[in-house]
């Protein structure tokens, strides 16, 4: 009896423990800062603004990853709408006379962040686990079926995992810390392409309907 009631102590202290380090652990996630960052209202909105129409890729390492479309023409919509870079805008295949193909790769180091979630474990959190995943950002440019520029872009975020990181938890949110980067990469863009002027004036335009800015 008193052997039992000593396991039954320690399984309960072995709970206690796993939620203790439940809560305290937590995980926190900055971004590379390898691209400029651009502000919104570094781009122009007041000059002649093309009509555009696009389509979106999205890899997982060299996969496609159609569930990361979604995410990804998210972020699209919103900062092209917010920047009221172009007159119009909507996913489609060649109805403007202008047309993008953006596509977003996501790979992750696997075999550090492995090792490093090894090392976590054993030291039950006390060694932080990092995970990151670096983001390339690729966008063709057409007139018609030519191809005018190619843009690329490079960025990446680390997320740590580990014990008391949860105090970060609030700012450093890891999706909301991949929205930032992403969007600041599609800001890249419009900066570039808006000082490039590679971009006519708009003509009159039947394109698909879209997100307008």
């Not at 996630?29 to 000059?47: C, K, M």
């Not at 520029?149 to 450093?172: E, N, S």
């Not at 419009?190 to 009159?204: E, N, V």
Request: proline content about 6%; aromatic content about 10%; glycine content about 10%.
């Amino acid at each position: 009896m008193p052997i039992l009631v000593g396991v039954r102590g320690l399984i309960a202290r072995l709970a206690v423990g796993a939620f203790g380090l439940f809560v305290l652990a937590g995980c926190a996630a900055f971004p590379g800062r390898q691209l400029p960052v651009v502000a919104y209202d570094q781009l122009a909105s007041d000059e002649p603004r093309p009509s555009i129409d696009y389509d979106v890729k999205f890899f997982t390492a060299l996969q496609p990853d159609p569930s990361g479309v979604y995410f990804f023409n998210r972020e699209i919509v919103n900062v092209f709408g917010r920047s009221r870079a172009f007159s119009t805008f909507a996913v489609g295949t060649g109805t403007a006379r202008y047309h993008l193909t953006l596509m977003l790769r996501d790979e992750t180091d696997l075999a550090l962040g492995a090792l490093g979630g090894f090392l976590s474990a054993v030291t039950a959190g006390l060694i932080p686990a990092r995970v990151t995943d670096t983001l390339t950002l690729q966008i063709d440019v057409r007139d018609g079926r030519r191809v005018i520029r190619h843009y690329a872009y490079k960025d990446a975020g680390r997320t740590w995992i580990g014990l008391f990181l949860i105090v970060l938890a609030p700012t450093h949110w890891p999706p909301a810390v991949a929205r930032g980067i992403v969007d600041n990469m599609l800001l890249n863009f419009l900066h570039d392409l808006q000082r490039d002027r590679i971009l006519a004036a708009p003509s009159i335009d039947t394109g698909g309907a879209g997100g307008s800015g």
